[in-house]
């Protein structure tokens, strides 16, 4: 069974910069970032897919809100995924979430920005910016 603990949310002004990290304990294949703010539905920040190092290669993929301005990495070793955030506004304000596939599957575009591609689901961590 895989566990997902994200870290990092806290308040900060507009302009400024979070880190998130997200660390997974089990195997995890293809794992993003999902956003909820108050009165909104779930939604797709980020994601990137697993690469094997020989006939599968990691692809990032970025919602328009927030390319240019954030950054998903990942350090395999460790089983960690991180999402830098800058130049942060008020309307990044929400509960983030980290995904994660607990299974290899072909990758598409049409499958990874929705939320039932992944089977385990982190906590979440309150990311709170003001203006």
């Known amino acids: 069974q895989v566990q997902l603990v994200e870290s990092g949310g806290g308040l900060v002004q507009a302009g400024g910069s979070l880190r998130l990290s997200c660390a997974a304990s089990?195997?995890?294949?293809?794992m993003g970032w999902f956003r909820q703010a108050p009165g909104k539905e779930r939604e797709f920040v980020v994601a990137i897919t697993w690469g094997d190092g020989f006939t599968y290669y990691g692809r990032t993929y970025y919602a328009d809100s927030v390319k240019g301005r954030f950054t998903i990495s990942r350090d395999s070793a460790q089983n960690t995924v991180y999402l830098q955030m800058n130049s942060l506004k008020a309307e990044d304000t929400a509960v983030y979430y980290c995904a994660a596939k607990g299974t290899w599957a072909v990758p598409n575009l049409t499958e990874i920005f929705a939320s039932s591609w992944y089977d385990y689901w982190g906590q979440g961590t309150q990311v709170t910016v003001s203006s």
């Open positions: 089990g195997r995890t294949f293809d």
